[in-house]
């Protein structure tokens, strides 16, 4: 599915968030990287985040 740059950045920003509070990583984390933010996007380039995008009609 290809994501919208604000549908990306929720869900980066969700899942950052997540790991913070101690949730697991989902992938390996690779030797030096500690930032939440930088692993949450390692883990949305991998494909890995089990995060939904729900798309709706806009109503009128």
């Known amino acids: ?5 604000f549908e990306k950045a929720r869900i ?3 899942r950052a968030l ?3 509070y ?3 990583p989902l992938i390996k ?5 500690a930032d939440p933010l930088a692993l ?5 380039k991998e494909d890995v ?3 939904a995008v729900v798309r709706g009609k806009v109503q009128k």
Do not use: D, N
């Open 12 to 14: 980066v920003g969700a």
């Open 1 to 5: 599915m290809e994501y919208t740059k």
């Open 49 to 51: 985040i089990p995060i």
């Open 22 to 24: 101690g949730a697991p």
């Open 29 to 33: 984390v690779p030797e030096g990287v």
């Open 40 to 44: 949450a996007e390692l883990e949305f």
């Open 18 to 20: 997540q790991l913070a």
